[in-house]
């Protein structure tokens, strides 16, 4: 049974933090590179940043400076460190992980970010 849950949402005033978990298990963990996605209502679901099995880290230009992303392996969980929120970044946000070799790929149910005054 493959599981990826979310965690850590909430409501935040703009400029202040959160950070998201995602608890990874019934897969090899490591093995995979991970991702954080994003939707807001009305709008398609976008890339927000990616974590490597190798540890490399890519963000959207849209987060780039404000949000990290990381990952405890012996832990099996993916982390988001996301500082000075705006109300832009309003959204369900969801990790996502995804093997290459065999091509598998996987979904949370996603964690609730408002950021409003």
């Known amino acids: 049974q493959v599981r990826l849950v979310e965690s850590g949402g909430g409501l935040v005033q703009p400029g202040g933090s959160l950070r998201l978990s995602c608890a990874a298990s019934?897969?090899?963990?490591?093995?995979?590179?991970m991702k954080w996605y994003r939707q807001a209502p009305g709008k398609q679901r976008e890339w927000v940043a990616t974590?490597?099995?190798?540890?490399?880290?890519n963000y959207a230009d849209s987060v780039k400076g404000r949000f990290t992303i990381s990952r405890d392996n012996a832990k099996n969980t993916l982390f988001l460190q996301m500082n000075s929120l705006k109300p832009d970044d309003t959204a369900v946000y969801s990790c996502?992980?995804?093997?290459?070799?065999?091509?598998?790929?996987?979904w949370g149910q996603g964690t609730q970010v408002t950021v409003s005054s």
């Open positions: 974590i490597t099995r190798t540890q490399n880290s």
């Open positions: 019934g897969i090899a963990f490591s093995l995979y590179d």
């Open positions: 996502k992980a995804v093997r290459v070799d065999p091509q598998v790929s996987y």
